[in-house]
């Protein structure tokens, strides 16, 4: 079975420049999960998606964010614009309720804006 | 809001010995999920190992075991026989019961192993 894809893998891009990253949850999995990875602040949560609405997205650094999930296959996180402080890893992640509650990740997007 | 703590940022073990990392977790629910997440140098989150609070019987998988102290709210992980493979970031985390919430992780410690 697919996981979570996650692409770009790995994205440079200069500073003011809008940047969207893209996922595909594993098939029948209706929870979806934006996190993102630093070094300085470890993994947050961005926000979550419960079939296919977002339940909390506190975690939104600031309007320059924005993500969405049009339907249950396929979420995006959009950076505009974007600056060098994003730099990160951004994580996918997506669960299916009726189990044992663990979150199945993608292999991450690595941005970076000089 | 709950909270996960992991207060050794790094450890080292020899191939083959035992070790175990710590992790404390404060909430005021009763019914949770715990998980070590492992993350290696190609970056993907493994899970490791997932313990369901209402079990009092820790949660083994083969080389791996967690100590769950409910009480204590601590859930320690004990990798035995330690290969190259493990060395890792590992996360703790934590999650409510019911299948639809955020999982809540700790800052993670870097596990080095020495052969």
Redesign the interface.
Known sequence: DAGVIQSPRHEVTEMGQEVTLRCKPISGH??L?WYRQTMMR??E?LI?F?NNVP??DSGMPEDRFSAKMPNASFSTLKIQPSEPRDSA?Y?C?S???????????G??S?LTVL | AQTVTQSQPEMSVQEAETVTLSCTYDTSESDYYLFWYKQPPSRQMILVIRQEAYKQQNATENRFSVNFQKAAKSFSLKISDSQLGDAAMYFCAYRRWGGSEKLVFGKGMKLTVNP
């Open positions: 209706n929870s999960f470890g993994l949560l979550y419960n339940i909390d890893v994580f992640a669960s299916l309720k009726a189990t044992t509650g663990e979150l199945f990740f292999e991450g690595r």
